[in-house]
């Protein structure tokens, strides 16, 4: 298992590339950051709605954000989806594993929330809000909780 402590993108040439982009996509003036270290991570990046986790071409689905193992993917020669567009898909319910305490298995330091977890189909069952506020509060109480906060400290 290992422990993420940085994140972010990484270029050979900063101001080339910050130089491109405001060009390209007219973003800009930037900030950089050189380093930004934490001991804990929260990954409420979102499923397949958001982009998170993808299906690519070669029907290999991962997640895009930090590379973690999924849980709920079909295995081999199974279907991914089916012909009625309304019925409960196969993919639907795709998600980053995790334990019992919300942690990404493979990665000891991020927790996960919201439609990054597995085995719900929130727009199926209208629980997408609800699953977002209590994987999130409890995800904040962890954290808070491995920090050495006080018992009752504001999550």
Known sequence: MYALHHIGYWVDDLDAAMKQWSRDLDVGPFSVIEHIAFEQFVLAAGGFNS??????????????????????????????????????????????AVDAELRAEGADNVLVAGAALPGAVPWREGSGEGIALASGYRAAQLVLAESGAPAGAAA
């Not at 998170?52 to 689905?61: C, G, R």
């Not at 309304?86 to 993919?91: G, I, K, R, S």
Request: proline share 9%; charged share 20%; glycine share 14%.
């Open 51 to 96: 982009g998170a986790i993808e299906l690519d071409s070669h029907w290999v689905t991962h997640d895009r954000v930090l590379g973690l193992p999924l849980r709920g993917v079909p295995a081999s020669g199974e279907p991914r989806f089916v012909g009625d567009y309304l019925a409960e898909q196969p993919m639907s319910r795709v998600g980053i």
